[in-house]
């Protein structure tokens, strides 16, 4: 009686060839040749069959558990001579982790937040209930090397990391991207007024403007990673307005944050990853020097750290966009209008939140249009004026400025001694301070500052740049 063929769904399966079968045979039992390259190469040698089947030996699975046949990621485990899987292969415990059917399809690598993220439910987790997508925890680390070694491998704890890092990367994605690239425009036009119609804001030119530019930078920043955007809105309202609310709504829960560590530190930097949008709180409170900091953070288009457990320093592009909040007391909290143009201010009136979450995917993809369609997302120059009004009415004013102005008025040139004198002060009481006050409010006005070294003498001179000769200078 003729035995039945020995097939390669049988050998991968666990069931022993019969004895004396080798290559030949298996040619005869119909292997293609992929096959029989696959089973050399797990064998290492010539096929030598066990006293007794050993299921082990032949299919990676828990206790109690079976891989199905078709699971061709076994055929790539590394085996020892006599065809017993390594367990302490690196190679090995990568297959079972990204391969194994308790383990398939759990880790990924989302590149918008810089992290592996468990899209299902690991095997370790006992918890009830509906699954919700997390970032991979430190003990996530270990209970991967005890579900690795209740299925016969050898990991290591302190190298098991980089091999999850390495399988997640294989599924990797990018969760804004894909958010902002699936959305479906319906075609009817909301951004040109939409500042109006969702917070209440006066409907102005400026208002069109900021509104439009501010959802187009943002869309920049989550398909374009690291471009240029350097301004940021500011709502105004008193407290209780819903300003915070209405910013959260706008970004979603899964993109926004109003916590952060201190602006510019590497702890903040590394938060940021996995944030689009970033609320600034209470800005009317900050002194120059955190107003400042902002407007230093606000510049960077990348962000370089290293990673807890990192051995190498990431450079991140920004995918991050701010929006401010504050609750005016009436005075002016931008400190100077050259810094300041980095800021939109806006006063909100009635904010419908449900609006807003209503409307806020089609909001977006409007946006994703207007961007793909190549609008820019920077304040144009005939915009300018608009802005420069809005700001200069939130501007602390120094106090020289009034006597510094009609100082200027009608003159061609004037030296730094002559502003001083203005002021009352004596050149010999004078230090770079005094100097760096009235440069920067000088320069504010528009002039511009040169050296007169005639005479052999080194002085500070501020030239009006539109005085044509014979005219009458600039008049304030």
Not at 100 to 106: K, V
Not at 458 to 463: A, C, E, K, S
Request: aromatic fraction near 10%.
């Amino acid at each position: 009686m003729t035995s039945p063929p020995y097939l390669y769904a049988d050998w991968l399966s666990g069931r022993v060839p019969p004895k004396g079968w080798d290559a030949a045979d298996a040619v005869g039992d119909g292997w293609s040749e992929d096959e029989l390259s696959g089973f050399i190469q797990a064998a290492a040698r010539p096929w030598t069959p066990p006293a007794a089947p050993k299921a082990r030996q032949a299919r990676p699975a828990a206790a109690g558990k079976t891989i199905a046949a078709d699971n061709g990621w076994q055929m790539e485990l590394l085996r020892s001579e006599k065809g017993r899987i390594k367990p302490g292969a690196t190679r090995n415990w990568a297959l079972f982790l990204e391969h194994h059917p308790d383990l398939s399809g759990i880790f990924a690598f989302d590149a918008f937040k810089m992290g592996v993220v468990l899209m299902r439910r690991p095997p370790w987790d006992a918890a009830r209930g509906r699954w919700r997508e997390r970032l991979l925890q430190d003990r996530d680390y270990s209970e991967a090397v005890m579900w690795l070694e209740a299925n016969d491998m050898t990991p290591k704890v302190a190298t098991i990391a980089p091999v999850i890092q390495t399988v997640a990367e294989h599924a990797r994605f990018d969760r804004l991207t894909d958010y902002l690239e699936g959305l479906v425009w319906d075609r009817r036009p909301r951004l040109h007024n939409w500042l109006t119609y969702y917070m209440g804001i006066e409907d102005t030119p400026y208002a069109r403007t900021v509104g439009l530019r501010w959802l187009i930078s943002s869309v920049a920043r989550g398909l374009q990673p690291g471009c240029k955007v350097d301004t940021m809105p500011i709502l105004e309202g008193p407290q209780g307005a819903r300003k915070s609310t209405a910013v959260r709504m706008l970004y979603g829960d899964d993109f926004f944050t109003d916590e952060l560590s201190d602006i510019g530190s590497k702890d903040a930097m590394m938060e940021m990853q996995g944030i689009w949008g970033l609320e600034v709180a209470e800005m009317h409170r900050f002194n120059a020097s955190e107003t400042s900091a902002v407007k230093k953070f606000l510049r960077k288009q990348t962000d370089r750290f290293r990673p807890p457990y990192g051995r190498s320093v990431v450079e991140a592009p920004r995918r991050v966009c701010l929006c401010g909040t504050i609750s005016p007391d009436g005075n002016p909290y931008l400190k100077d209008t050259t810094g300041g143009r980095s800021f939109w201010p806006l006063t909100v009136g009635r904010i419908d939140i449900e609006a807003i979450a209503a409307d806020r995917d089609q909001l977006w993809a409007e946006a994703v249009a207007l961007y793909k369609a190549k609008t820019p997302w920077w304040v144009q120059e005939e915009e300018q004026q608009a802005v420069v009004a809005e700001q200069e009415k939130r501007t602390d004013v120094d106090v020289w400025v009034e006597v510094i102005v009609p100082t200027l008025k009608g003159e061609r040139s004037l030296s730094q001694h002559e502003i001083l004198k203005s002021l009352g002060i004596a050149a010999k009481d004078a230090d770079w301070r005094h100097a760096g006050r009235i440069g920067r409010i000088v320069k504010k006005l528009g002039w511009t500052a040169s050296r007169d070294r005639r005479g052999g003498e080194d002085r500070v001179v501020f030239l009006n740049p539109i005085f044509d000769e014979g005219g009458e200078g600039k008049v304030f």
